[in-house]
């Protein structure tokens, strides 16, 4: 383990090495913390996150690879989308695979001035032409470099869709990993950076001092057992599938451009119905938990598509909110973005939108719900910005600003909402609305916390101010996702598993300075929201939120939200207008 940071200057094809300062790591630990901490440094305000300029930083955390679900790594910029901080996660075997290769992190600067590829390994580092992969999708390229981990853009990404994501190990029996939020694939596009490859140049364990293995390998044991008993019976068939059946049960499925909140027949595209379809399941470096979902589609006009994973988001974005119940549709929409590197998420709250607008004859294109040839159709238009898709490839915001149909689009700060209906879940609704990198589920899912006291705002703001703490600081390792979500005991434990894996390697942080770190970066990356002139006008909730859903009657008003978010602030040190105050800045050391 070092401390080493790669720079590449693409424009001047230059590399070299530079030791993180110790204090920075102190503060900032690592993952989500060091790419806060260099966004908000070394990206100048203002600048088009298209242009050179604006940088693209690479993390992993000082658990990468050492242990059990600690494999991701994270990518960061000024999102093309959003205009925000964006920080997006990707598993499989990369992060641990970087991890040997002697570095913690990456910063990518300035452009090349044609294709290129950054390659990791043995030899060296090398900056390499990359013109014979211009246009090939992303498991052709993951193909051609088995000796490699590979993350890769596709067409989205090469063509500046801002929804664009990254995509490592589409081909690997592996679990695949895809940075899929904000438009991080366009960034690397706009770089002329088609790929980066890492090989490591030390065994898997070679990058751990010596004095540390024995108590890492103690740790590992008692981490697979914890999982093997508390959290794998939570996780179902994996993919996050169960939330289906949670989201469908509490009437809060994203249905039709989110007007309502449940369908019939939604058990086709639940867990039951994807368990019919599997075919294989995959795992991320060192993990016990095959939450990896490998399908193929049985019958219809895409029999045989196979997707090497799927997860509940895609199914029900480009599923119920588009009106579709057909697996092999689903799988087909999913495989396409993968090969193009375009983010689910965004791809089916966009297909949903045109979908209404098209229904109420707003707009002069035909896409009808449920019509599974026009969503695939619309997959290639907007990756290959041809037709309509020039227009949905700028994202649901600029999409929807250009038709004069803002009522309609469902977003927070331009990012498209995921898949979960706010209408009864409030505190789900402050959660998008504080997320920094925009209407973001992950930065706190209080869907399950909230399952027995729905519509109650009493509780709600400390509810996400201290799940976005403690996943800030969880982001900093990186630790999965899943494992709190999922878990049927007690989520904290996760935490303290963290904090003693950081203290097996030398650190020495209590659970109490673990979450203030999180904290920390949270005001962080709120200060580089701020200077991009966001504020409180911007934590605000799309119209459709405030609309009567038309199944329930359900609405969660202006006034109401607004002193959930005024609670929110007071917890949070931020003034009325959503800035920390210096008392807060000093408190927690941001700039100490």
């Known amino acids: 383990m070092t401390d080493l940071l790669l720079r590449v200057d693409l424009t001047n094809r230059t590399l070299r090495e530079e030791a993180i300062p110790p204090e920075v790591l102190q503060r900032y ?17 203002h600048v088009d996150p298209l242009e050179p300029e604006n940088k693209l930083l690479l993390f992993i955390g000082p658990l990468t690879g050492v242990f059990n679900v600690y494999s991701r790594h994270v990518l960061a910029a000024k999102s093309p989308l959003t205009n ?40 060296g580092v090398s900056l390499e032409d990359a013109q014979a992969l211009a246009g090939k999708g992303t498991y052709e390229v993951d193909g051609l470099y088995p000796e490699y981990r590979v993350a890769s853009i596709g067409a989205a990404g090469e063509r500046r869709v801002r929804f664009a994501c990254v995509v490592n190990e589409c081909t690997r029996r592996q679990r695949a990993g895809i940075a899929g939020r904000g438009g991080l694939g366009a960034v690397m596009g706009s770089k002329n950076l088609k790929a980066i490859m890492v090989r490591g140049k030390q065994g898997p364990d070679e990058f751990i001092p010596e004095r540390y293995r024995a108590g890492v390998r103690a740790l590992r044991k008692e981490m697979v057992q914890y999982l093997k008993t508390e959290v794998a019976p939570g996780m179902g068939l994996g993919g996050n599938l169960p939330a289906m059946q949670l989201s469908a049960d509490s009437r809060i499925l994203p249905v039709r451009n989110f007007a309502e909140g449940f369908i019939e027949g939604y058990e086709r595209v639940a867990e039951a119905g994807f368990a019919e379809v599997k075919v294989g399941e995959s795992t991320c470096y060192l993990c016990p938990l095959a939450c990896g979902v490998e399908i193929r589609a049985p019958s219809g006009p895409y029999a045989g598509t196979e997707l090497e994973r799927i ?105 498209e909402i995921p898949g979960y209906d706010v209408r009864g879940p409030v505190g789900m609704a402050l959660a998008y609305a504080t997320a920094d990198r925009g209407g973001d589920h ?17 509780g709600k703001a400390k509810l ?101 978010l005024d609670e929110y602030y007071v917890m949070r040190g931020w003034d009325t207008d959503g800035a920390p105050t210096e008392e807060t800045l000093r408190r927690l050391r941001v700039f100490a």
């Open 84 to 123: 925000t901080f964006c920080d997006s996660y990707a598993g499989g075997g990369f992060g641990a695979e970087f991890a040997r290769t002697g570095y913690r992190g990456v910063i990518f600067e300035g452009k090349a001035d044609r294709l290129v590829f950054l390659r990791i390994d043995r030899d």
């Open 311 to 415: 997860e509940y988001e895609t199914v029900a974005m480009n599923g119920p909110n588009c009106g579709q119940l057909d697996i092999g549709t689903i799988a087909k929409v999913g495989r396409l973005c993968n090969d193009y590197g375009l983010d689910t998420i965004s791809l089916g709250n966009i297909t949903a939108f045109v979908m209404e607008c098209s229904q109420q004859g707003l707009l002069d294109y035909r896409l009808d719900y449920g019509d599974g040839e026009g969503q695939v159709r619309l997959v290639d238009l907007i990756a290959h910005r041809e037709g309509i898709g020039d227009l949905l490839a700028e994202g649901v915001q600029r999409a929807a600003r250009t038709l004069g149909l803002e009522q309609h689009a469902v977003h927070i700060k331009g990012l």
């Open 464 to 564: 996400t101010k201290d799940l976005q703490d403690r996943n800030s600081a969880l982001w900093c390792l990186i630790g999965c996702d899943n494992i709190p979500a999922n878990t049927t005991g007690d989520a904290a434990r996760f935490t303290e598993f963290s904090v003693r894996g950081l203290n097996s390697l030398g650190w020495d942080l209590d659970t109490a300075d673990f979450l203030e770190t999180g904290e920390r970066i949270y005001n962080l990356t709120r200060l580089f929201n701020l200077r991009e002139g966001f504020s409180r006008k911007d934590d605000a909730l799309p119209p459709r939120f405030e609309e009567p859903r038309r199944d329930t009657g359900w609405r969660l008003s202006r006034s109401d939200f607004a002193r959930m």
């Open 442 to 458: 992950l930065r706190a899912w209080t869907v399950v916390a909230e399952a027995g006291t729905p519509f109650t705002m009493a």
């Open 29 to 45: 630990i690592g993952g989500r913390g060091l790419a806060a901490y260099f966004a908000h440094t070394e990206i100048p305000p």
